[in-house]
């Protein structure tokens, strides 16, 4: 059995492509397209350089010396929070961006909520010289202010999605009703493995540099390739696939996914999807995701705006449904605590995202030789407000 | 008894289709929407289940359902408001909503409760044919009910005659690359692809969707087609004057 993604983009029962006819020829010519593109010489050779001299990789795979004494085990990190713009999300926004010129496009749209992807997304556009719109609910546009001006200064045009809550999944909705009415000139560029076939395969496959990395990097560090861990926060779930991608279908490697439980799985404030969520259809896939008993789509909270969503990738819903992954659930005050923890033990500030992945340790004990590698997902510089308002630094 | 859709579809005429959202503007208001759409001419209704997160659709439609959400629709509300509609309701009665609230009522139970109202068909923007031709047909089947599925400028030819032979009704004709409500009356490219489908001679007749609001789109979309559908020129209708004046809306298109 395996846990990658079949032909149809189905991980077990979770998958699929549920979309509008409006949207099929859209993501049929990129399911046609997408796997004989990234096998091309040329494609590969300009992501990888693009990869290497303009986000910054290989990211270091850094031995967290005091951290591990703190918790009496050998914790890796992997540096994701060094690529430029501050997270792993460009890995995928210089993939997609090399396939939409690859398939014609001139034109990019992109959904953000934290305003990482749509960061990463305008980017990429102003590095090709791409017209860029990036939709944002109107409430996150509201909190988010320095990303909205960093995609601004980028040269993008930010679209508030008015409809629904006004958050990330009424701006996912939002950049696929432009695709509809768009069909030919724009891609969409998802910024997470959710949505339907074939993004979360793709999205998946521009991040599986994160776990490729790993592997050589362990062997030269520890002498082997597998950690006995891959630690993960998960939102729609990309750096977890990223991290976990060569490990998945290797059962030696133990997989956790790590999800914010906001105020608590069950204080009706959170985004804890794998304990909260039912199986349904959002944007696209077949999934788990939070909802009422009539099936309308909740929205979701976490203190981490990257978390907020009310999904799960198919991959990651797959995991749970068959036991391949541990899912552990971590609060607002148990994550910024262990931000705070890594700030000063590592010298490392975290996002609030990836705070929640270190947050673990506290209560899932491992072996003082088990090797404990955590995806370090983005730097802490947009959260620092938050940081600072949480912990009173000021 | 056979279907309501294909009877009506027999008839030599150009049929009048209009969609409202269930529950829009007041929760009550399903009922006598239906009577007095009948009432005025009307061949064939589409009764929007809403959704929190429609897709395919653009403000005014969202509008309508975010609200209509508010004042507490749901599948059971849509179903016991529906479940004497056939004493007083003879055209045909289609369930529009999306696949999400029929997965969680349970699909095999959402078409029985359809069959035990009296709906005739339904569609579901977001169910692919492809799924519903493997997966749900032979449900549907059973309980009586037309599965309906949209083309669009771009769908392709090998495709729509997929479509065509899956379908065993008429196939929804979506006017234009885009959502519910976005386009302003019908230019060359639009008549090119109504003339384009037409020549096709598919089995199932098309009716035509999507940026339809007033006698003169109704014309051009009827031209070749069996008919057309009003979606958010309705609801407009119904946000501003409210739905005692149904008969002005219906008096203006044919
Ligand atoms: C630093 C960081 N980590 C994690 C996430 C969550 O996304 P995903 O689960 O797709 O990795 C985000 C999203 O904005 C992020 O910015």
């Known amino acids: 059995m395996s846990y990658q993604a079949n032909e ?21 010519e990129l399911r046609q397209n997408y796997v004989r593109i990234m096998q091309e010489e040329s494609f590969k050779k300009e992501f990888d350089s693009l990869l290497k001299d303009y986000v910054g990789r290989p990211t270091p795979l850094y031995f967290a010396e005091r951290l591990s004494k703190k918790y009496k085990t050998k914790i890796y990190l992997k540096r994701e929070d060094l690529c430029h713009t501050g997270a792993h999300k460009v890995n995928n926004t210089i993939g997609q961006i090399l396939m939409a010129k690859k398939l014609g496009k001139n034109r990019i749209i992109a959904e953000t909520g934290a305003g990482q992807h749509g960061v990463a997304t305008a980017t990429v556009c102003a590095l090709m010289g ?19 001006a960093r995609m601004k200064m980028l040269g993008a045009e930010v679209r508030p999605a008015l409809s629904g809550s006004r958050t990330l999944k009424d701006a996912t909705n939002e950049a696929i009703r432009d695709w509809i009415n768009n069909p030919v000139d724009t891609h969409y ?29 362990l062997q030269e560090k520890e002498g082997r390739e597998n950690p006995d861990f891959v630690v993960a926060c998960v939102g729609g779930g990309s750096n977890a696939a990223g991290a976990y991608y060569h ?9 956790i996914a790590v999800e914010a439980a906001g105020h608590g799985i069950h204080s009706g404030e959170s985004a804890a999807t794998s304990a909260l969520g039912k199986i349904g259809i959002i944007h696209g896939s077949k999934t788990l995701l939070m909802q009422t008993p009539d099936g309308q789509i909740t929205e979701p909270y976490s203190i981490s705006a990257g978390l907020d969503y009310p999904g799960v990738g198919p991959m990651h819903a797959n995991l749970f449904a068959s036991g391949r992954g541990e899912f552990i659930s971590i609060t607002d005050d148990e994550a910024m605590t262990a931000g705070l923890l890594l700030s000063k033990l590592e010298g490392i500030i975290p996002a609030i995202e990836s705070s929640h992945a270190f947050a673990i340790f506290e209560t899932r004990k491992f072996k003082e030789n088990d090797i404990v590698v955590v995806n370090l997902s983005g730097r802490g510089d947009k959260d620092l407000n938050t940081y600072i308002d949480y912990f009173k630094l000021a | 008894m056979s279907n309501r859709i294909i009877k009506k579809l027999e008839e030599d005429k150009k049929l009048l289709s209009i969609y409202f959202t269930a529950g829009y503007p007041e929760i009550e208001n399903t009922v006598q929407i239906i009577q007095d759409l009948e009432k005025n001419g009307v061949d ?12 395919a659709d653009g ?9 209509a959400l508010q004042n507490g629709m749901t599948s059971e509300v849509l179903f016991n408001q529906l479940a004497d509609i056939r004493k007083s309701v003879s055209i045909p009665l289609i369930i529009m909503g999306y696949f999400n609230p029929m997965m969680q009522y349970g699909v095999e139970e959402f078409c029985k409760k359809c069959q035990e109202i009296g709906i005739d068909g339904l569609i579901i ?8 031709n493997e997966d749900y047909r032979a449900i549907f089947e059973k309980y009586g009910l037309l599965n309906v599925f949209l083309i669009t ?8 005659r997929f479509i065509d032979s899956v379908s065993n009704g008429f196939i929804y004709m979506v006017s234009s690359a885009s959502v519910t409500g976005s386009k302003s009356g019908f230019g060359n490219e639009q008549t090119h692809y109504f003339e384009r489908i037409a020549a096709m001679n598919l089995k199932n007749p098309q009716i035509v969707g999507f940026g339809i609001k007033d006698s003169e789109t109704f014309q051009q979309a009827t031209k070749t087609a069996k008919g057309a559908i009003i979606g958010s020129a309705f609801i407009k209708h119904l946000t501003e004057k409210g739905i005692n004046t149904i008969s002005d809306f219906t008096k203006t298109i044919r």
């Open chain 1, 8 to 28: 149809k983009g189905y991980y077990g029962e979770f998958g699929g492509a549920f979309i509008p006819e409006m949207l099929y020829p859209n993501c049929e």
């Open chain 1, 130 to 148: 791409i017209e860029c719109v990036v939709y944002m609910g109107e409430i996150d546009i509201a909190r988010q202010a320095p990303n909205v």
């Open chain 1, 189 to 217: 560029i998802i910024g997470s493995v959710v949505g339907p076939h074939p993004y979360p395969d793709m999205v998946a496959r521009f991040q599986s540099v994160i776990s490729e990395e790993i592997k050589w990097q």
């Open chain 1, 247 to 255: 490990y998945l279908d290797n059962e030696e490697v133990g997989i």
């Open chain 2, 44 to 55: 064939m209704i589409e009764i929007g289940l809403p959704f929190s997160d429609p897709l």
């Open chain 2, 59 to 67: 403000p005014t439609i969202q509008a309508s359902s975010t609200t």
């Open chain 2, 125 to 132: 923007p977001d169910l692919p044919v492809d799924v519903y």
């Open chain 2, 153 to 160: 400028p771009q769908t392709s030819e090998e495709r729509i």
